[in-house]
């Protein structure tokens, strides 16, 4: 008997569920602090348009009115939707400019779902999100990443020979805003090579709008810009989004698109905060970029002093941060922080599994500062782990009779006096709190005070060193050894 076909598409295999964040796949629930505070969105830090003050929102008048069309279909042509969106943007386009959807990826999806076809070339910056990557395999592309400055100048043989070029701009996770002018520059080069450019403009309101592309897809059907209701205007309970085309290629992405994807209470509240007064120069939205300004450069300020934490320059409402340097990866970062009640980033997705980057939303002062408070708990807590399992390292090392490392290859030797002994590079009476042996309290960079050994030279005495390994050697518990050696070596000496 011949053997059936598989039922699902050989590329579905490629591709792994989405999730807002990885928190599921990291701790367990039960050990989550209820409502975490969560910097891991792209939600303007603002807050939603209707706690803004004078937004001129009438929140219950809203929602009686998407009451009234609950037991109706939705009208899919989305007439004060879509003209909201054109109205908002500006830039003379109309209704038939605008293509409504649920959400910024069913957006992405429906184009590439129309255009790709197997085989067919997507050129990807490095890093994209993977959702770009999966959407893109699904419909049987061969995907290529560049980074985007390399892509933006990509020879003439190569951008012809793809069919599609999608990235964010401001760029996902970077920050980093492009400017219309060199935009207009590449969208023209890929309309002379036929080529799709797709540029997802999700969270270009609360950086610089003018740079927008939108105004450049009247008669070109080879542009179509993707924007974001959700993050605007931090209402991500609310599942709608628009995307701005030539009124061809508008038409043809309305005639496919799911019919009735934006239902009732999305279509009213929508609508409405498109039509806000002012539009892109609201007095909601000014606001809302001079904090972005102000948090970020204050953000990026502060994390910029932890040790092991490099936050890299963005021009929109998240930043990169680099924590190769760090004692712990991103991933075991972003797992500490949830136990704490803290959502972060964690881009390994973005970067090939590499765990090396996490990305930072922006929020109100209060809470960036209750989040710092949080970095330097965790970093405080891991550290002290850390010392303790490399102690019991040193004890195992000598009672199997091997002498340990009094230096090494340590790159930072010697960080007390020359000469001195590493045995215990981690003090294993961290922190005594005694102020005696030198040792103090300092405010650090993220708002904590921490216990500062800087002063403090007793652990690295080649003969008290040894003296202190042999006590913790001796049978017992390692914690009645260490009060034991802090009692007969330390204590007589202050």
Not at 22 to 32: E, F, G, T, Y
Not at 72 to 100: M, V
Not at 213 to 234: E, K, P
Not at 441 to 454: F, L, P, Y
Request: proline share 4%; glycine share 6%.
């Amino acid at each position: 008997m011949e053997e059936k076909r598989p039922i699902l598409n050989k590329n579905v295999n490629l591709i792994a569920q989405c999730h807002h964040n990885v928190l599921p796949k990291l701790v367990k629930m039960d050990s989550l602090k209820t409502n975490p505070i969560d910097f891991s969105t792209r939600l303007n830090p603002m807050g939603n348009i209707f706690q803004y003050q004078n937004n001129g929102l009438d929140l219950t008048s809203l929602i009686e009115r998407s009451k009234k069309h609950v037991s109706q279909y939705p009208d899919n042509r989305y007439l004060e939707l879509r003209n909201a969106a054109a109205c908002f943007i500006g830039k003379g386009l109309t209704y038939e400019n605008i293509i409504p959807d649920s959400g910024i990826h069913e957006l992405i999806r429906l184009v590439l779902g129309s255009t790709l076809e197997k085989g067919d070339l997507v050129l990807l910056p490095f890093p994209s999100p993977v959702e770009y990557i999966h959407f893109s395999v699904l419909f049987g592309a061969r995907v290529i990443h560049l980074p985007l400055h390399e892509l933006l100048t990509v020879d003439d043989s190569i951008l012809g020979s793809a069919k599609v070029v999608l990235f964010s701009n401001p760029s996902n996770p970077g920050g980093i805003l492009t400017s219309r002018k060199e935009l207009r520059l590449f969208a023209e080069r890929c309309t002379k090579n036929k080529t799709l450019l797709i540029v997802d403009e999700s969270c270009i309101e609360l950086c610089d709008p003018s740079q927008t592309l939108a105004g450049h897809t009247f008669d070109n059907n080879f542009i179509v810009i993707v924007r974001s209701i959700v993050h605007a205007f931090s209402i991500p309970g609310i599942k709608a989004a628009y995307a701005v085309a030539s009124e061809k290629m508008a038409q043809h992405l309305n005639n496919i698109r799911l019919p009735w994807s934006i239902d009732a209470l999305a279509d009213v509240f929508g609508t409405a905060v498109l039509s806000i007064e002012g539009g892109i120069n609201s007095s909601y939205l000014q606001d809302s970029r001079k904090l972005v300004h102000s948090q970020r450069n204050y953000l990026i300020n502060r994390i910029g002093k932890i040790y092991g934490f490099s936050p890299q320059p963005s021009d929109a409402n998240y930043f990169l941060v680099d924590v190769k340097d760090l004692f712990m990866d991103s991933q075991t970062l972003t797992e500490n922080l949830a136990m704490k009640g803290f959502c972060i980033k964690d881009c390994s997705s973005f970067f090939q599994e590499q765990k090396q980057f996490i990305r930072i939303g922006l929020r109100s002062q209060e809470e960036n500062d209750i989040f710092l408070k949080a970095i330097g708990e965790v970093l405080t807590e891991t550290s002290k782990e850390d010392a303790r399992e490399r102690l019991e390292a040193t004890i195992e090392t000598a009672m199997s009779g091997s002498t340990p490392a009094s230096r090494g290859t340590c790159q930072y030797y010697p960080c007390h006096f020359k000469g001195q002994d590493c045995t215990f590079c981690f003090c294993p009476f961290y922190a005594c709190e005694d102020e005696r042996t030198g040792g103090k309290w300092i405010v650090a960079s993220s708002g904590n005070k921490v216990w500062s050994c800087e002063n403090c030279t007793y652990i690295h005495q080649p003969k008290l060193s040894r003296q202190i390994l042999d006590i913790l050697m001796e049978d017992g518990d390692t914690e009645d050894n260490i009060k034991k050696a802090w009692h007969l070596i330390i204590k007589p000496l202050l």
